[in-house]
């Protein structure tokens, strides 16, 4: 029974392993998205000076390097497409302060610290940290969902930092090129919530599927 | 051919064929900086600040060796239109330092006034006071800060300066959240009554149109001052009424002997100064949810 259990939890079939390229490549392009209009959202209250960048790209590593550690460890205990899909729509539903918070945080923040590399470095926290570490989560429980054999392991991993780096090359692009000029800040947040939400559905209809094939 | 895709190989060229003259352009000295290095560079009788060397037309703020009070460049000659809107300035604030020019003719001007200046990059700072003669006094300091973090911090103070200049534009790179109707909107809670808005703005590209319908949606009408030969534009904008034509006029008489050392023949500022809205005005108004300026010059 436990074996069992453990079988399902991984993906065989070849639609459910690609559905898990694919929003690996969705959340690395979302993430960059976000941390590039991040810069223009803290812009309006700490400027946009050297040190407001590096707040913003400090406090999203450090979301990263923890949403890996605790996501590698929830990847322990029972793994399966629930948990992942869970990941999805909690990144989604942290993703809203950013829209509709962000002003009442950063005034005040604004008002009770003085010095913009403080002030700009807790407004990321502040906002930027809960979704950019659950979405940090998606990468190594990824792997274990694709994992098969030990052998395959390092390729496996090889394969999602490619569709995933490559997701957050296409994201830094696309953000800058073209959707800051097309669309609002926030229309643009929406979007990525939406993708999101869209992640969450590709896998939940695609482990049914292989469930489904499985049992049949 | 394609020639946006052969650009970038004829620059190179043309870079190449143009060495020779600007290897007599000789650097005297690299700050720096956190920013883009600032270097200084003398030529012709004239010492210039630079932020990228390698476009010849990049000069941030020139002086002139031989006659140091003969302003340089039209833009700062043009920007001084401000006092006929405000001849009495007693607390002034400058956004973007430069060499200094600005708000050291201001202190020549109106040794009373109060000046503020803010400059983001400490190494431009720097530059002005060892190379162009910029000088503080009592009441005039430079803020190394970023404008728009300065700017709203002193609404919330309620601090009142009756002459603002905005000039933080620096070549390449626009400062994206200066040019936006929030932004804007803190300028002018900073503004008296009788104060003047003097901003420094982009004549050409498709900014110009952006700019002009952000700066109408919070000031309403204001004088807009081009002059062929500059590729920039001088917005001149108040919290209540313009001045009339005639007022212009008058005052450009009372100024005239002030100013002229400077080289700037201020009698010939009023009739080129205009309400009329060239640009469309159906064109999208920029704001912190939207401003694209880098992608749009």
């Not at chain 1, 005040?108 to 610290?113: A, E, H, M, V, Y």
Request: hydrophobic share 45%; glycine share 6%; net charge negative.
């Amino acid at each position: 029974m436990q074996q069992q259990q453990a079988l399902v939890s991984v993906s065989h079939s070849v639609a459910s392993r690609l559905a898990i390229l694919a929003v690996a490549f969705i959340n690395g392009f979302v993430i960059m998205s976000i941390e590039l209009l991040g810069g223009r959202v803290l812009a309006p209250y700490f400027g946009s000076s050297v040190h407001v960048w590096g707040s913003i790209i400090a406090v999203f590593m450090l979301s990263l390097s923890l949403g890996y550690l605790w996501g590698g460890k929830l990847s322990l205990r029972n793994p399966g497409h629930r948990t992942f899909i869970s990941f999805f729509i909690f990144a989604a539903l942290l993703c809203l302060p950013i829209i509709y918070l962000a002003d009442p945080v950063m005034r005040t923040i604004f008002l009770s610290i003085e010095d913009p590399r403080y002030g700009s470095l807790w407004s990321a926290v502040l906002l930027y940290f809960a979704p950019i570490c659950v979405m940090g989560m998606v990468s190594p429980y990824s792997v274990r969902l694709l994992v098969l054999t030990q052998e395959h392991s390092g390729g496996v991993a090889g394969m999602l930092y490619f569709v995933s780096t490559l997701g957050s090359a296409l994201g830094t692009l696309a953000t800058s090129f073209y959707f800051v000029m097309w669309f609002e800040i926030n229309q643009v947040m929406w979007g990525c919530i939406v993708a999101l939400l869209l992640c969450a559905a590709l896998i939940a209809f695609s482990s049914r599927h292989a469930i489904k094939e499985q049992k049949s | 051919m394609n020639l946006r895709i052969w650009s970038p190989l004829l620059c190179v060229l043309v870079l190449i064929s143009a060495a020779p003259a600007s290897a007599q352009r000789q650097v005297i000295h690299e700050e720096r900086s956190q920013y883009r290095n600032v270097l200084v560079t003398e030529f012709n009788g004239q010492r210039c600040m630079l932020f990228n060397i390698h476009r010849g037309d990049m000069n941030q703020t020139c002086i002139d060796l031989r006659n140091p009070k003969r302003l340089v460049f039209n833009y700062t000659k043009m920007s001084f239109a401000g006092l006929l809107l405000n001849p009495e300035p007693e607390r002034i604030l400058v956004a973007g330092l430069g060499g200094g020019t600005i708000p050291m003719v201001m202190r020549e001007l109106y040794p009373e006034a109060e000046i503020d200046v803010l400059e983001v990059d400490q190494a431009v700072v720097n530059v002005a006071r060892e190379f162009f003669g910029y000088q503080e006094d009592e009441k005039h300091e430079v803020h190394v800060v970023d404008a728009r973090v300065y700017i709203k911090r002193a609404g919330l103070r309620g601090d009142k300066y009756d002459y603002i200049v905005l000039d933080a534009f620096s070549g390449e790179y626009i400062p994206e959240h200066l040019l936006t109707r929030e932004f804007l909107e803190e300028v002018k809670a900073l503004l008296t009554d009788d104060g003047v808005v003097v901003a420094n703005t982009f004549a050409s590209s498709d900014l110009y149109d952006y700019e002009s319908v952000t700066y109408q949606s919070v000031f309403g009408k204001f004088y807009n001052f081009k002059r062929a030969g500059s590729g920039n534009r001088i917005i001149l904008a108040t919290n209540g009424e313009l001045p009339e034509l005639g007022d212009l006029r008058r005052r450009s008489r009372e100024l005239y002997d002030a100013l002229a050392p400077y080289d700037m023949n201020v009698l010939e500022y009023p009739p080129l100064l205009t309400t009329e809205a060239d640009w469309d005005e159906s064109t999208r108004i920029l704001t912190d949810q939207y401003s694209p300026a880098n992608l749009l010059n």
